[in-house]
């Protein structure tokens, strides 16, 4: 019995198209490893038919007011609520995620941070005019930068989508959005959602693989490519738009140190940093995965730690039990499980380290102990259901351990001495540093870091201003 796939299709200029040669992907269920679906494989017709329909629409939809803009936002927030559960199977369908969890923690924010942009769209601040010469009166303007190409990631598809088109379209830009490849569908049930509120053009959906993207990021029409991913992902796209001098937003990699003084409570912080560690599989930029413990309480930590891995569940979407489904693709499962299997022999698996079953991605929540800072899986992020503990001695060496990677978007301090936590804080090079937390978010305050996790920012008001471009104005008093 052969069951029909689903059919994904783009969302271009207010209506839903095939590619225009037809051509198409499959996508999995990672849950197990078989396609359920089709997706547009969209081509160079393609990309230019939605950037035309992008700049058509921008003039237009520049010139509305903040409050018309503010209006659109929080119907489509409305509408995101009122339609969630379609969302939710759309996204568990894509990715295999809980759908508990998919309900609780991924919808909220969501709404919450489509709402906050439609309340930036009237806070847009600047200097105040004067006259800074004679004779002559300053302003300056804050404008939209126009059409904004934007690549969303697969780890979190339709979360990472309200954090690309929310902002943008909050400042009176249009936006083309590819989502992944591997995870269409929850992007195109946005589309639609969008497409019902806001003027064709202003949002367009393109689907496709890596040369889609490129396409994007390369053609003429956008003033700006922002991107969701990997550091090599980011390079590729910083060296693209470079070309005609784009301008790029990028929030890439991350390898978040979680430093643990000899202070805590072991029990409670374990449970606190494993949840972050292997919530959405560690498939987090910012996850607790790279975990330095002071060496008086390292093996307390880990045995805690390891017991904790031991009791903690992947499995089916439904299962209420679970805290995490399965790695997004077979690439995924391929990359983490070779992190495991090139372990140096002076590493120790406390716990975990394989494959879950034979159908679909899933991989064993995992410890691993007895690692140097120069060990691959310590300098590289492995994006998987991993945390890897090191001890350190003293303060100092606790900052040089968390600071000696190339990646610097979040990280997190363990103690309950202030002023330690404040000197940590000021010292760590990262873009976001929690303290007795981590991986909490809100919309009002910023995400993005420094280094090769790449820079720009999302959420916030300065996510915002990313979305806009600052005009000089001087006018002559004398008429």
């Not at 992008?54 to 927030?77: S, V």
């Not at 599989?281 to 995965?289: E, K, P, R, S």
């Not at 000696?404 to 301090?413: I, R």
Request: hydrophobic share 40%; net charge negative.
């Amino acid at each position: 019995m052969t069951t029909e796939l689903r059919r994904l299709r783009n969302y271009i200029d207010g209506e839903f198209r095939d590619a225009a040669d037809g051509r198409t992907t499959e996508v999995i269920d990672p849950t197990t490893g078989e396609p359920y679906a089709t997706a547009p494989l969209s081509a160079q017709s393609d990309v230019d038919a939605a950037m035309t329909a992008a700049a058509a629409a921008f003039p237009a939809w520049r010139d509305t007011t903040p409050a018309e803009r503010q209006r659109a936002l929080l119907k489509i927030a409305d509408a995101v609520e009122e339609r969630a559960e379609e969302l939710i199977a759309a996204e568990v369908r894509n990715t295999g995620k809980p759908v508990g969890l998919t309900r609780s923690e991924e919808i909220p924010p969501m709404v919450d941070q489509i709402r906050f942009f439609a309340g930036a769209a009237r806070m847009l601040e600047g200097r105040s005019a004067g006259e800074y010469m004679e004779g002559l009166t300053s302003i300056v303007r804050r404008e939209p930068v126009g059409v904004c190409a934007q690549v969303a990631p697969w780890n979190y598809p339709m979360m990472m989508a309200v954090w690309k088109f929310a902002p943008a379209i909050a400042a009176g830009n249009t936006v083309v959005l590819k989502p992944s490849d591997t995870t269409p569908e929850s992007t195109v049930l946005l589309a639609e959602i969008l497409g019902g509120i806001l003027p064709k053009g202003v949002f367009n959906v393109v689907c496709g693989d890596r040369e889609t993207g490129r396409m994007m990021v390369e053609h003429k029409v956008p003033a700006m490519a922002s991107i969701t991913g990997s550091v090599r992902a980011g390079m590729q796209v910083a060296g693209s738009a470079a070309k005609d001098l784009k301008r790029v937003h990028l929030e890439l990699g991350g390898k978040a140190p979680v430093v643990v003084f000899e202070d805590v409570d072991i029990d409670k912080a374990v449970s606190a940093i494993a949840e972050a560690g292997y919530f959405n599989a560690g498939q987090d930029c910012t996850a607790a995965t790279r975990v330095l413990v002071h060496e008086s309480v390292h093996d307390e930590f880990v045995s805690a730690l390891a017991k904790t891995a031991a009791g903690t569940k992947t499995g089916q979407p439904d299962d209420e039990d679970v805290l995490y489904g399965p790695l997004n693709n077979a690439n995924q499962l391929a990359q983490v499980a070779g992190f495991i299997d090139r372990l140096p022999a002076h590493a120790k698996v406390e716990a975990g380290g394989h494959r879950v079953g034979d159908k679909g991605y899933f991989y064993a929540p995992t410890v691993v102990s007895g690692l140097r800072q120069d060990d691959e899986i310590i300098q590289n992020e492995v994006f998987g259901p991993v945390i890897t503990v090191q001890s350190f001695a003293d303060e100092a060496q606790a900052l040089e351990y968390a600071n000696g990677v190339d990646y610097a978007l979040a990280s997190s301090v363990w103690t309950r001495d202030h002023a330690r936590a404040m000197r940590m804080s000021r010292s760590m090079d990262f873009g976001c540093v929690w303290i007795n937390t981590h991986i909490p978010l809100v919309a009002e305050m910023p995400h993005g870091g420094f280094k090769k996790s790449g820079y720009g920012k999302d959420l916030s008001g300065y996510g915002f201003e990313d979305y806009t471009r600052i005009k000089h104005v001087m006018t002559s008093l004398e008429g």
